[in-house]
């Protein structure tokens, strides 16, 4: 019961101040008139029927709700006037000003006391409502304005981030590709044949890192668009992870690629592409961490619900800060926690931080999961959890049940 009443009491205020700002303007003023004139009128038809007192409390709440309509100074001069035309039209002896008997000089007295005094009180609380109102508006533009200068200073570090990343990231392998060109162009018939064969290499290598990098870019701005489409296939992850640790394994033979993937794993209803994509991602950046000769381990175990992907490098590990900031787009740790991403002979070179954003991206449009922990005694673990749903039926065992 105290509880509805808190809830009633509540609502009559909102309501109360509601009307008290939302309709204080000239337009409404009539209404406030046509309350004094029903009153009149109710209180004539009810004149020798009800006792002189209750007259008086008709008089008393036609001044309560006319001031919710008419200004403090029209409200208090709309009520004196009525106490003064009850006294002249229903106080013996009537049409005149006089009061015969004391009680009703005293109700008269009364009757101006509470009626003007009510009159002030509701102006009095229209002022607060309004004053009130007016801060709250006020305190919401300075949040709205707080809220725009942030997103524009995020935006603005997002584009410094971008540029940046565009003319350092972009332009260190393009000028190696600009130079070992330039290189060949020049000497290729005075340079040793090995040599010819690294400029290449070089150039390839420098081709291919440009290209991850503009892939990831540009999957990651389609992967946040709201209308992404996914093309989902009833998949194979032995085979997705197949592919991921062959090019691993060709793409960095200074590193030992272990896989420990089991057969019969249950199928993924997913886009293939993607998955590709995300776990080519985490095994690049595991290598990219991992000193040269030591191992990076790709594990898939089934957990019924979901099926358990793990990528263990053997590289320094993740600051505990650093654990969920390197999944947000253009956070690289800083180069006194971490050395640099990768290197171009001599040269270091750093992701534009795109790599594992894209990751999370393509396991969030999945319903998956991504986590990252540090492997024992050393190293860093990128777990991923997708869900794996009702099986297929194989289509010879499709043809049984027909049968």
Request: contains cysteine.
């Amino acid at each position: 019961m105290l509880a509805l009443a808190t809830s009633n009491r509540a609502y009559g205020q909102m309501v109360l101040s509601k009307i008290l700002v939302d309709r204080p303007g000239a337009d409404l003023r009539w209404m406030g008139g046509a309350t004094w004139v029903a009153a009149w009128g109710l209180m004539l038809l009810l004149d020798g029927r009800i006792v002189l007192g209750n007259l008086a409390l008709i008089l008393v709440m036609a001044g309560a709700l006319a001031g919710l309509w008419l200004s403090p100074v029209q409200s208090m001069t709309f009520s004196a006037a009525a106490v003064a035309l009850f006294n002249f039209f229903f106080v013996n002896p009537r049409h005149t000003f006089a009061a015969m008997l004391q009680e009703d000089l005293l109700l008269l007295v009364t009757l101006l006391g509470v009626s003007t005094g009510i009159s002030y009180l509701l102006a009095r609380l229209r002022s607060l409502v309004t004053s009130e109102r007016l801060h709250a508006s006020e305190r919401e533009q300075a949040l709205l304005n707080e809220r725009a200068a942030i997103d524009q200073a995020q935006v603005q570090h997002l584009r410094n981030t971008l540029l940046t990343a565009i003319s350092h990231d972009y332009r260190t392998p393009l000028a190696t590709m600009t130079g070992a060109a330039s290189s060949l162009a020049a000497h290729a018939a005075k340079l040793p044949r090995d040599r010819v064969a690294d400029l290449a290499r070089t150039i390839v290598d420098e081709v291919g890192h440009l290209n991850r990098m503009t892939t990831n870019t540009l999957q990651l701005a389609r992967l946040d668009s709201d209308t992404v489409c996914l093309d989902r296939q009833w998949e194979s992850p032995e085979e997705i992870l197949a592919q991921v640790i062959a090019r691993a394994r060709r793409s960095a033979p200074a590193h030992v690629v272990e896989a420990r993937v089991p057969r019969n794993l249950p199928l993924l209803y997913c886009d293939a592409v993607l998955l590709v994509q995300l776990f080519d991602n985490l095994v690049e950046n595991a290598i990219k961490y991992s000193p040269a000769g030591s191992k990076v381990l790709i594990e898939a175990v089934d957990r019924g619900q979901t099926l358990e992907v793990c990528v263990t490098d053997a590289g320094p590990g993740v600051p505990h800060a650093w654990k969920e900031k390197v999944f947000d787009v253009f956070q690289r740790i800083d180069s006194a926690q971490r050395s640099a991403d990768a290197s171009v002979g001599s040269v270091p070179r750093r992701g534009v931080g795109v790599g594992l954003a894209v990751c999370r991206a393509i396991v969030r449009v999945h319903g998956a999961g991504i986590r990252l922990y540090d492997a024992q005694p050393t190293g860093t673990v990128v777990e991923v959890l997708l869900p794996v749903q009702a099986q297929p039926l194989m289509p010879a065992l499709a043809d049984e049940v027909a049968a």
